[in-house]
């Protein structure tokens, strides 16, 4: 009677692993757990660099409508945080990529923080700007802001908050939210346009308020556009789907709706 094979595999039927295999096993553990504690700090100091860059949003728009000189001229003075914070966090993440060759995932998460930071550093730039511009206008005896130019004031720092959110719990669908939600900002553009026309007169420092309104205005619907931008890197650090052009104008669109 021949024998019946056992259903269990034999102990000694697996291969052995040889040692080198076993130490190439233990140093990609080692390399994965590296690369993934480097990630989190790098995302760390993002989240740190947003959440600077939307308070120096908040801080200029403060002093723009208040027409506050002295805040508006500390937010200048401190831009050079947001300046050596975005360059430290490129040094990271560039240290990650060279030492570690990261790949999959892990590579997709560096490649869209180094974009998302530097879209941070501009968002601090143009709340720079504003503060500028601030300023500029406090001399000029504004009486009122246009109404465009107060809802922007009031939705581009809801929108930076929203996205904060999103990219801290890697949230897709309140990114494609505020894909969407930028098309009201570009339409408040244009009616701020029209609106300043209309309050400029035919004295000097009213057509230099107008001028420099709108510039205010222009700062902020170009946050808004980069708000769009990061939320696209973040769909992409998310889910390695990319939100571009036609996908992108289809998103917006739905905003008309």
Sequence with gaps: MPDTPSPFPSAFSAPVPTT????????????????????????????EEATTAIGMLESSVDA?????????????????????????????????LALHN??????????SMLRINADLERVADHATSISKQAVKLQPLGITRFPTALTELGQRV????????????????????????RDQAIDSLDKRLFEECIE???????????????????????????????????????VGGHIVRHQ?????KQQGLM
């Design 157 to 180: 720092p809801m929108l930076c908050h929203t996205l904060l959110t999103s990219f801290v719990s890697e949230n897709i669908e309140q990114c494609r939210s505020v894909i969407i």
């Design 20 to 47: 080198d295999q076993l130490a190439a096993a233990r140093l990609r553990t080692t390399q994965e757990i590296v690369i993934d504690v480097q990630i989190k700090l790098v995302r760390g100091m993002i989240i």
């Design 102 to 111: 990261p790949f999959a995932r892990d590579f997709r998460k560096i490649t």
């Design 247 to 251: 996908e992108k104008k289809r998103l």
């Design 64 to 96: 723009l409508f208040r027409l506050d000189v002295e805040k508006a001229r500390e937010i200048i003075a401190s831009d050079d945080k947001v300046d050596k914070l975005e360059v430290h966090i490129e040094e990271e993440a560039l240290r990650v």
């Design 199 to 237: 309050l400029m007169g035919s004295d000097h420092n009213s057509k230099a308020a107008g001028m420099l309104m709108y510039r205010c205005g222009r700062e902020l619907e170009r946050i808004g556009d980069l708000m769009g931008s990061i939320a696209e890197d973040v769909i992409y650090l």
